[in-house]
């Protein structure tokens, strides 16, 4: 969580009273503390994220500014938090794989979704993330795969692993909590695999090791990321 005795890296900058109300009370509820601002204000420098409306956002002479019509509920918190712990200058691209029989993937480039798709088999899978890999506009390249189905998560793994070996970072991420965030009606259930594919995009995984791949009763460290 956030240092409450660091000067604020979020802002808010809006005067409409239902946004500030959103936004301030998502803040507090993940511990971040923030600065309040009008939109023309000037944003201090340790400020990485704006928050604010889509109509105020030409108001505002910062990047990045996140308006409060772009947060889907369920991924509001993580994208903030992807946003405001990014090392400054760095770009990541990173894939996120939601296995199973229906397969989710969401491609992030700079804390935005650049690309979304559900497939229905591992070759498919892992033969969209390979394409989306070598188009990817920086070298730091991190794949992210739901433990759901652990199955089909290290049968992705592995022919991402042979083909790109140390060149990408393979995740293998707790989905806990990702599909009750994502539930949706069941005609929908294509959106729900989508929005756990985001959720574990933005989440944080185990690397790909040997010793992970013996956890779960695995012995083909061949497959196994070492970068």
Do not use: W
């Not at 946004?19 to 309040?36: D, E, G, Q, R, V």
């Not at 090392?87 to 935005?112: C, H, K, M, N, Q």
């Not at 185990?206 to 990321?225: D, F, W």
Request: aromatic share 6%; proline share 4%.
């Amino acid at each position: 969580m956030a240092d409450v005795r660091t000067a604020p890296e979020v802002a808010i900058a809006t005067l409409d009273g239902r946004a500030y109300f959103f936004m301030s009370n998502l803040l507090k509820s993940m511990k971040i503390p923030f600065k309040s601002l009008t939109p023309n204000e000037q944003i201090d420098k340790h400020v990485k994220l704006v928050l604010s409306t889509r109509k105020e956002r030409p108001l505002i002479p910062f990047d990045p500014v996140l308006c409060v019509e772009d947060l889907e509920s369920e991924l509001a918190a993580a994208k903030i938090l992807y946003m405001v712990k990014k090392t400054a200058g760095e770009s990541v691209y990173i894939v996120g794989i939601d296995p199973g029989v229906r397969i989710g993937i969401s491609a992030f480039y700079l804390g935005d979704e650049v690309y979304s798709c559900v497939v229905y088999s591992t070759a498919r899978a892992a033969s969209v993330v390979s394409k989306l890999l070598k188009g990817a506009p920086t070298k730091k390249r991190i794949v992210r795969i739901g433990d759901g189905n652990i199955d089909v998560a290290l049968k992705i793994a592995g022919v991402l692993a042979e083909e790109f070996g140390k060149q990408i970072r393979i995740e293998i991420v707790d989905e806990a909590g990702t599909t009750s965030l994502a539930k949706s009606k069941p005609n929908k259930r294509s959106v729900k695999d989508l929005r756990s594919a985001r959720l574990i995009a933005l989440r944080r995984g185990r690397e790909l090791t040997p010793n992970l791949l013996r956890s779960y009763g695995r012995y083909e460290a061949r497959n196994a990321s070492t970068a």
